[in-house]
């Protein structure tokens, strides 16, 4: 298993940018495919966005499209996600998750079971 820790959340207003940042450890990183999630108060954690072990292609939500991007660095272990014109509906602990590749694509949650602790990003109106 790859152990994930997030940083960079925190405050923003409306329309601002934030860069999430998750570090990995373990010598198999370029073997994950990896996903960001998020959870608001109340609600399901949902899919963000994913992006493939050497970075070729991502996947996003619908909400997200063309605010958010996902990036990765293999040399550093480390996959991020940078948020563009946020919106107050983008509140929430935001969390990164790694999956096999060997396993196939999946934005189901239940799916990936290797995750970070969370951090939250707060967008105010």
């Known amino acids: 298993q790859v152990q994930l820790v997030e940083s960079g959340g925190g405050l923003v207003q409306a329309g601002g940018s934030l860069r999430l940042s998750c570090a990995a450890s373990?010598?198999?990183?370029?073997?994950?495919?990896m996903c960001w999630f998020r959870q608001a108060p109340g609600k399901e954690r949902e899919f963000v966005g994913a992006?493939?072990?050497?970075?070729?292609?991502?996947y996003y939500t619908d909400s997200v499209k063309g605010r958010f991007t996902i990036s990765r660095d293999n040399a550093k272990n480390m996959v991020y996600l940078q948020m563009n014109s946020l919106k107050p509906e983008d509140t929430a602990v935001y969390y990164c998750?790694?999956?096999?590749?060997?396993?196939?694509?999946?934005?189901?949650?239940?799916?990936?079971?290797?995750w970070g602790q969370g951090t939250q990003v707060t967008v105010s109106s």
């Open positions: 998750a790694a999956r096999d590749y060997r396993l196939g694509y999946s934005s189901r949650r239940a799916d990936f079971g290797s």
């Open positions: 373990g010598r198999t990183f370029s073997s994950y495919y």
């Open positions: 992006i493939t072990r050497n970075g070729g292609s991502t």
